[in-house]
């Protein structure tokens, strides 16, 4: 082989090389792909005892690993996004269950005591990095237990009824307190922001947050 043409394979094969370094270094391969997919596929398998499906994956250089979207095969609602790096400080299924059991919490008291409000709920549970220094459970995969050790965000909002700015106001407070006192202080802390839309829904008019039924801020 002459001089040039072995020069220009050297230099053609690295060239390769570092391009596929870089491919793979921002945006993985196949096989560690697959591998990644089916450690976490069998880590809430074996811990739930049920099926569970892949439905996407997205490499992640950060980390570096995968960003991995699953969800019990039986439930197509239950879906969570994890990744071999975030099973090693919390569990994502169980925070989903925990955030589930929450709202269906904040559901059945909102109804009963206000049922001419249509409220919409939403809830979850704060990472523990965020919480770092206190008892935790972010591993159980037992939502009163998960409910019980650790800490929560939740929003509770609803489109305007034609209440006055200080009747809805007061009426956010009533809320708050009535939540915290139903729930009898499980979670241990939680983060509530209670905000109503205009009646397109399109723009936050009230909005007050509050930590275990007391407003720490004015509405805005």
């Known amino acids: 082989m002459k001089p040039k043409k072995i020069i220009f394979t050297i230099v053609s094969i690295a060239i390769i090389f570092v391009i596929g370094y870089f491919l793979n270094a921002f945006f993985g391969n196949p096989i560690s792909k697959r591998i990644a997919e089916k450690e976490v596929l069998t880590y809430f398998e074996e811990k739930y005892n049920k099926d569970f499906k892949v439905y996407s994956s997205s490499y992640n250089f950060l980390i570096p690993d995968y960003n991995i979207k699953l969800g019990p095969s039986d439930d197509k609602e239950a879906v969570f996004e994890t990744s071999r790096y975030e099973l090693t400080m919390f569990d994502a299924y169980g925070a989903y269950l925990a955030t589930e059991e929450l709202k269906s919490k904040f559901l059945e008291i909102l109804v009963k005591e206000f049922p001419k409000i249509k409220f919409t709920v939403q809830a979850e549970e704060q990472h523990h990095i965020e919480v770092a220094g206190v008892e935790f459970a972010f591993f159980s995969p037992n939502p009163q237990t998960r409910l019980e050790k650790n800490y929560f965000n939740a929003n509770i909002s609803w489109a305007d009824t034609g209440l006055s700015r200080n009747e809805t106001i007061r009426l956010m407070d009533e809320i708050a307190l ?28 009230i909005e007050r947050f509050y930590i275990n039924g007391k407003a720490i801020l004015k509405e805005n």
């Open 178 to 205: 009535k939540v915290n006192t139903e729930l009898k202080g499980i979670p241990k802390e939680l983060n509530l922001e209670i905000y109503v839309k205009d009646k397109k829904g399109d723009n936050v008019i």
